[in-house]
């Protein structure tokens, strides 16, 4: 089921989200697929549950990269940064919560990330490139932050007008929001 994404200006978006506890009663399975859904639906490559509105730590990500032959998808649950990598890169970078929109952002080359699958298998790896840029902005999320909190003053004065439209709900969404 598409679930309506979680604008920026919501405070959702500000929160800490929660480690899932396996035993829980939440119907883990159907909160992936959905995110998947509406992750696809609005052409996004990754996807927080808070962006749906279920301050979990859980995100989805699905990235086809042709010039990389690069085909990355996975859920990562009560996922760990364990260290970071290599240099610092800038990249472009968007956000399906903070639509039209993409800046230039600094994040580590790489990252060692240990997380929880869909089936509660425990995994540990490294990552590096696209996926370490992926899953450092999704990891953002979990601790309520965006990537628009590291802006410089250049971009930070070019966002002022587009971010406002967007907190005001006056921004044409192609894609299910609220
Ligand atoms: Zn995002």
Not at 38 to 51: E, N
Not at 77 to 86: A, F, M, V
Not at 157 to 170: A, G, S, V, W, Y
């Amino acid at each position: 089921m598409i679930r309506p994404v979680v604008l920026y200006g919501d405070p959702i978006l500000r929160e800490i989200s929660a480690e899932v506890n396996r035993a829980s009663k939440l119907d883990i399975d159907r909160l992936i697929d959905d995110m998947f859904e509406t992750m696809h639906r609005a052409k996004g490559i990754g996807l927080a549950a808070v962006q749906i509105g279920v301050p979990l730590r859980i995100f989805v990500v699905e990235a086809h990269m042709k010039e990389e032959n690069f085909h990355f998808r996975g859920v990562f649950i009560n996922p760990k940064i364990l260290s970071e990598l290599g240099m610092v890169v800038k990249h472009p970078e968007g956000c399906l919560s903070v639509p039209g929109l993409a800046a230039m952002i600094e994040r580590s080359e790489g990252i060692e990330l240990e997380w929880y699958d869909e089936k509660w298998v425990y995994h540990k790896e490294k990552f590096f490139g696209t996926a370490a840029r992926i899953l450092q902005h999704e990891y953002d999320h979990l601790g309520g932050k965006l990537y628009t909190d590291y802006l410089d003053t250049m971009w930070q004065k070019m966002f002022e007008t587009p971010l406002n439209l967007i907190e005001e709900r006056k921004m044409e969404v192609t894609y299910l929001c609220k």
